[in-house]
């Protein structure tokens, strides 16, 4: 058993006037691949951002630690500067800042991944050409009028020049068509073997997994944890659907404390 | 080169840049206020034609019968005309080689970067302080090609270039223009004169930069341009100041003629301190298929009122204003130009963005007037404005008089702020907030950025970082 990387334990999150996780346990261990499976509104992408440190969302109770820091109360940039990184279900467009630049000025400011200009054009086209990405996206800014695929594509490009030990992929698989979706999938191969990262790929589409060794499932319905098992209940889901971990809904619909979900798991 | 920029926001910034001053001793400084006596005096320092002087007096009545306060725009009721030196001389003569320049002088320009960039990338150099121009020079191959760029004094004491200063001096924008233009006229020292013979392209830019040492003092310097027939001219001016308590006044004139089928682009980056009420007036002619193009950065001063115009008095010629105004904490700044086509297909563009913040007012206001004769002339205003928070504040005051019914104009204008959203998304990289939001509002200027040279365009970078900084609560 790999040692503990990130312990959200018990928590509880929403934003100012909703209650929207509930008593929440996860736990990854270092390297290790996890999968979060959940029907829409499941609260799976506010746990994401919320183990990210987005203020949009308040910590009620319980907490986040990560490689045996307790991260609840810090910010976003912190967290990321620590080894957390977010890929965005919809990345931001930040007009007039060029991506290159971008990449260049988020890489400088960790002491582990400075390096000269000419190394780092070197690794920056390497990788670009790894995810089939046009160099000349590089000049364009930041986001600015790519399309979906490209988007992620610019993500993978991040996590891979950061090299976090833990990467959360928020839907990385949705709008992708068939070419995009293998050369991201190759991306994230290729995070698990040159960094090593742990992973928690947020998704209820099951193609993305098809390449990628998973060592824990979770299963989200209504801001609750209701199952976790090994990679073969992505099978199960796949085959079924999530109906089965959604019975007893009603018992937890209006219970912000929420105990009710427990019998599921 | 995105990637020079982008260090200049990682990069600590020395505050001490434009915020040091250097100490007055046995400098010349003239009385307070404004009289005849002094007006002679200036003149008389500067050994001028007689026609100078009765100009100087007659803008000084014209001065004194104008009301003070405009009633529109922000107030200047902060500026005691009966307390400002109008002239204020540091104790050195014109200097061609830095080394002439006095050291504690010559550290100031230094400190701006003004010798650097002159060896780097200039064509010419022009540094004025306080009152008057303490060093000028210029390459000697672009003086073999004619290229005049002096003084208007010195101008004015060589019997070939006296009759042209005379025949320009003046008369795009009279002293009767408005109160603070006669002022200007009155008092008016140092400053710039270039002439650019037909058919001569300059190969790098030519810079006059203008810094205001002397506290509660005026600078009123003259920029008067000539780009003849089918030349090819960037000028490019900066100003600073140090901070001080008392009002500072800067009432500069520039007066620009580009005649046919010549192109001028003038680059301005103001970094006033914040105790400057800035009242310059800024104008070109243009000719037949001639082209101006104006950059103006402000992020300077207590109360700026900045219209640079242009008179498009030839067909076809083209005109685009490019500018960003950025006003912080007690500033209140009403920028913009204007935009006067009397040419048949003239065109005009002009883009401008302001960023507010801590209760920083930007106003925008321009002026298009299409004359009758101006067919399918077509002009397009677009006005962007970046609110940082909720006490700042940004107006838009577009002018249009259309009087010919084949033109075409366009205006558009968009207020907006920095997303939560996209500073979280630059956060869970690793930026910072004060460093996201700073990101955002450089890609946000970007566009005026890099309009500018190089060091220019740092130096906006840096100022923008300067502002941010403790922007986050």
């Known amino acids: ?265 | 080169m995105s990637e020079e920029r982008k260090r200049t926001q990682v990069a600590d910034v020395d505050r001490s840049l434009y915020d040091f001053t250097k100490p007055e001793e046995g400098y010349e400084r003239y009385d307070d206020g404004l009289t005849p006596e002094i007006v002679r005096a200036i003149s008389e320092k500067k050994d001028e034609p007689e026609w100078m002087l009765e100009m100087r007096l007659a803008a000084l009545e014209t001065y004194h019968a104008r009301e003070m306060a405009p009633n529109w725009g922000p107030s200047i009721s902060g500026l005691d005309l009966d307390h400002i030196s109008t002239y204020v001389s540091p104790k050195t003569k014109q200097a061609k080689s830095w080394d002439d320049v006095p050291e504690d002088i010559k550290d100031t320009f230094e400190r701006l970067g003004i010798p650097e960039a002159e060896r780097e990338s200039l064509a010419g150099v022009g540094a004025q302080y306080d009152s008057e121009i303490v060093y000028h020079n210029m390459r000697e191959d672009v003086a073999k090609q004619g290229v005049i760029y002096t003084t208007i004094e010195d101008a004015l004491h060589d019997p070939q270039w006296e009759p042209v200063v005379h025949q320009y001096f003046g008369t795009l924008i009279p002293p009767t223009d408005h109160k603070f233009a006669a002022l200007h006229y009155a008092v008016w020292s140092g400053g710039s004169f270039v002439y650019v013979p037909a058919g001569v392209t300059l190969p790098y830019p030519l810079q006059s930069y203008f810094r205001l040492n002397a506290a509660g003092a005026g600078q009123f310097e003259h920029t008067l341009i000539i780009v003849e027939p089918g030349a090819d001219l960037h000028f490019i001016e900066g100003c600073s100041a140090p901070k001080y308590y008392e009002a500072n006044l800067h009432a500069g004139a520039v007066e620009l003629f580009v005649k046919d089928g010549a192109r001028l682009r003038y680059s301005t980056i103001e970094n006033w301190s914040k105790n400057m009420y800035n009242l310059n007036t800024k104008r070109a002619t243009i000719g037949a298929d001639a082209k101006m193009e104006w950059v103006s950065g402000s992020f300077g001063s207590h109360v700026s009122y900045l219209y640079p115009t242009t008179v498009m008095a030839g067909d076809r010629s083209s005109c685009e204003f490019t500018g960003i105004t950025f006003a912080g904490a007690t500033q209140d700044l009403d920028t913009g130009c204007k935009v006067i086509m009397n040419g048949a297909d003239t065109t005009a563009s002009v883009s401008t963005k302001s960023i507010s913040k801590d209760g920083g007012v930007n106003t925008f206001r321009s002026s298009v007037v299409i004359g009758r004769r101006a067919d399918r002339a077509r002009c397009s205003v677009s006005c962007q404005s970046l609110m940082l928070d909720d006490i700042s504040r940004s107006d838009t005051i577009p002018a249009m008089d259309v009087r010919n019914a084949t033109a075409q104009v366009g205006h558009e204008a968009t207020i907006g702020r920095i997303s939560d959203d996209t500073v979280l998304y630059l956060m869970s990289r690793g930026c910072s907030e004060e460093e996201a939001r700073t990101l955002v509002v450089n890609g946000f200027a970007n566009p005026v950025s890099k309009e500018l040279p190089m060091e220019y365009a740092v130096e906006m970078n840096n100022l923008i970082k300067l502002e941010m900084e403790g922007a986050i609560g």
Request: proline share 4%.
């Open chain 1, 1 to 265: 058993m790999a040692s503990t990387l990130l312990n959200v334990s018990a928590l509880s999150a929403g934003t100012e006037d909703k209650p929207i996780l509930h008593d929440v346990d996860l736990v990854v261990g270092e390297g290790e691949c996890h999968v979060l499976m959940g029907p829409n509104g499941a609260g799976k992408s506010t746990l994401g951002h919320v183990v990210m440190g987005d203020p949009a969302y308040r910590v009620t109770s319980g907490s986040i630690s990560f490689a045996g820091e307790d991260v609840t109360e810090l910010s976003a940039d912190k967290r990321s500067l620590a080894g957390i990184f977010l890929s965005y279900q919809a990345p931001v467009e930040v007009p007039g800042v060029p991506l290159y630049s971008f990449l260049r000025t988020i890489c400088q400011m960790r002491p582990e991944l400075k390096t000269t200009a000419r190394k780092f054009r070197q690794r920056v086209g390497e990788i670009a050409d790894q995810l089939e990405l046009d160099q000349s996206f590089l000049m364009r800014e930041l986001n600015v009028g790519f399309s979906g695929g490209e988007k992620k594509k610019i993500e993978m490009l991040q996590l891979l020049l950061l090299q976090p030990r833990l990467a959360i992929l928020d839907e990385t698989d949705s709008g992708l068509d068939v070419d995009a979706l293998g050369i991201v999938s190759r991306g994230i191969e290729a995070y698990r073997e040159q960094v090593g990262g742990a992973l928690i790929v947020i998704t209820h589409n099951t193609r993305i997994l098809e390449r990628l060794t998973v060592d824990r499932t979770h299963v989200m319905v209504k801001g609750h944890m209701v199952a976790e098992g090994p990679a073969e209940l992505i099978g199960e889901i796949d085959a079924n659907g999530f109906e089965r971990f959604e019975r007893g809904d009603e018992r937890c619909d209006d219970c912000p404390g929420c105990p009710a979900a427990g019998d599921a798991r």
